[in-house]
Nanobody
Framework: QVQLVESGGGLVQPGGSLRLSCAASRSIVSFTGMAWYRQTPGKERELVATITSGGSTNYADSVKGRFTISRDNAKNTVSIQMNSLKPEDTALYYC??????????????WGQGTQVTVSS
């Protein structure tokens, strides 16, 4: 079992920046990958960015060039730096961890979410 705790959300003006962090309850070195998702009321959860165990990253087109995902294996954290924020970035942001076990099963773990509101 893995617990994920997000932090860093808040209210920011358009064009501003926020950094979200996700702390895992145990070492993330063996995690298959980690990611950030976001969701707004009435919409499906949307993938924002991913980072593999090897450090490869991928981003949704809507955030490319503005968001940067990173991981710190020593601190068991994954973060996302969000710059040039837009009102449409407003959402509840979730941390996700994927772990593939020796029997081949892939488990997903989720944090409780942190709210990001971009508004003047």
């Amino acid at each position: 079992q893995v617990q994920l705790v997000e932090s860093g959300g808040g209210l920011v003006q358009p064009g501003g920046s926020l950094r979200l962090s996700c702390a895992a309850s145990r070492s993330i070195v063996s995690f298959t990958g980690m990611a950030w998702y976001r969701q707004t009321p009435g919409k499906e959860r949307e993938l924002v960015a991913t980072i593999t165990s090897g450090g490869s990253t991928n981003y949704a087109d809507s955030v490319k060039g503005r968001f940067t995902i990173s991981r710190d294996n020593a601190k068991n954290t994954v973060s996302i730096q969000m710059n040039s924020l837009k009102p449409e970035d407003t959402a509840l942001y979730y941390c996700n961890a994927k772990i593939r076990f020796s029997d081949g099963t892939l488990e997903n773990y989720w944090g409780q979410g942190t709210q990001v509101t971009v508004s003047s």
